[in-house]
T-cell receptor, first 114, second 117 residues
Framework: GDSVTQMEGPVTLSEEAFLTINCTYT??????LFWYVQYPGEGLQLLLK?????DKGSNKGFEATYRKETTSFHLEKGSVQVSDSAVYFC?????????????FGQGTTLQVKP | GAVVSQHPSRVICKSGTSVKIECRSL??????MFWYRQFPKQSLMLMAT?????????EQGVEKDKFLINHASLTLSTLTVTSAHPEDSSFYIC?????????????FGQGTRLTVV
């Protein structure tokens, strides 16, 4: 079945460092891909998304490109801030037609130190 | 974006009692909502798909008699954890997406932290 694999955390960086969180997927068809962020004690917020191959999603300095040839959707940010500390989830949409059903990766905790 | 509200945000209950969690779509009608469970430091696992006006669809391994789902209106789905036990303690999150919108994102509630003592 469909699945998402993320790099294991935690990832610890200093402020202004470059961030990459790897995400690869297996899926039948052409899913949409998402990155969600979860701050401590809160629900999930959509960070960015891409709906087809070669699309680049971007938001708040974060970027990810839908790479069909490598089945990847790696998250990047050029300069992280302490406020970016959170858990990041890569996800893909479920059955075709996208009813909102998502399959999540295991999550990657990011810790940014001043 | 659309707003999904979940209530309560935290609840503590005694073993053997039942707890109801509400999930509301505030500015759109959601024919389908989803309930997820998240264990500490783990990912979200889909428990069930809640369908307005019909029975919920449960994922393999989820006890339907333990986790009762009711989607009585286009804006409200409820999850009732019946005869709760400490092992049911977890973070429960609902989501919904706008019907008829291609490639729409899912909007998540704030989550409910359930502690069974």
């Amino acid at each position: 079945g469909d699945s998402v694999t993320q790099m294991e955390g935690p990832v610890t960086l200093s402020e202004e460092a470059f961030l990459t969180i790897n995400c690869t997927y297996t899926a039948t068809g052409y899913p949409s891909l998402f990155w969600y962020v979860q701050y401590p004690g809160e629900g999930l917020q959509l960070l960015l998304k891409a709906t087809k191959a070669d699309d680049k999603g971007s938001n708040k300095g974060f970027e990810a490109t839908y790479r069909k040839e490598t089945t990847s959707f790696h998250l990047e940010k050029g300069s992280v801030q302490v406020s970016d500390s959170a858990v990041y989830f890569c996800a893909l949409s479920g059955p075709p037609g996208n009813t909102g059903k998502l399959i999540f990766g295991q999550g990657t905790t990011l810790q940014v130190k001043p | 974006g659309a707003v999904v509200s979940q209530h309560p945000s935290r609840v503590i209950c005694k073993s053997g009692t039942s707890v109801k969690i509400e999930c509301r779509s505030l500015d759109f009608q959601a024919t389908t909502m989803f309930w997820y469970r998240q264990f500490p430091k783990q990912s979200l696992m889909l428990m069930a798909t809640s369908n307005e006006g019909s029975k919920a669809t449960y994922e393999q391994g989820v006890e339907k008699d333990k986790f009762l789902i009711n989607h009585a209106s286009l804006t409200l789905s409820t999850l009732t954890v019946t005869s709760a036990h400490p092992e049911d303690s977890s973070f429960y999150i609902c989501s919904a997406s706008e019907p008829g919108v291609l490639n729409t994102e899912a909007f998540f509630g704030q989550g409910t932290r359930l502690t069974v003592v």
